[in-house]
């Protein structure tokens, strides 16, 4: 259905991440996959949704240039909001280790925004999900940092994999938006464009 509607449109992935390249193929639809490197700072006064809404756009910028009729760029960004103060990835296995444990027995925000970039204009979204981690043991921390490596993840973790299994107590929100891409939403938008 939705690639019917995009007939005659080129979607193009401004992102590495394989979780949003999932998502785009079980929607069904083609997309070409383009990276740019975008340094992923944002000012300090930003809260919340303002910072993965400013980063989306930002990852959009290095395309500008190239988008002709027609294309439909996807730029996204997940940030982990805790204590109003963003987590973003870590930079290595003991900082990953100190998210986890600041993320341990509490409740956090999982944002993430996408922006849908033509050569005309620009559409944000983001949501929002609510997650409680129950009280880690160091042990489980260590193994999970230890063999999954999660550097490439915002609060150094992903719900999918091991300490999401055995570590979050509930969710409030769409579970997929804590993987990293508010699929309901964006495919609202789509159908919307």
Known sequence: ????????KHLILGSGSPRRRYFLEELGL????????VEESYPESLRGA?????LARLKAVPFLDELVENDILVTADTIVWRFDH???KPRDQEEARKM???LSCEEHEV?????L?????????NETTRVKFKCLREEEIEFYTGKYK???????????????LIGIEWIVGSYFNVMGFPVRKFYEKLLEI
């Open 30 to 37: 083609d997309f070409e996959i383009r990276l740019k490197y």
């Open 1 to 8: 259905m939705l690639q019917e509607k995009l007939k005659g």
């Open 100 to 102: 986890l444990r600041d």
């Open 150 to 164: 999660p550097f490439d993840k915002a609060g150094a973790y992903g719900i999918q994999e091991w300490i999401g």
């Open 86 to 88: 963003a987590l973003g």
């Open 50 to 54: 303002e910072i993965s809404d400013y």
């Open 117 to 125: 970039t033509t050569c005309e204009d620009q559409f944000v979204l």
């Open 111 to 115: 944002i993430s925004s996408v922006a």
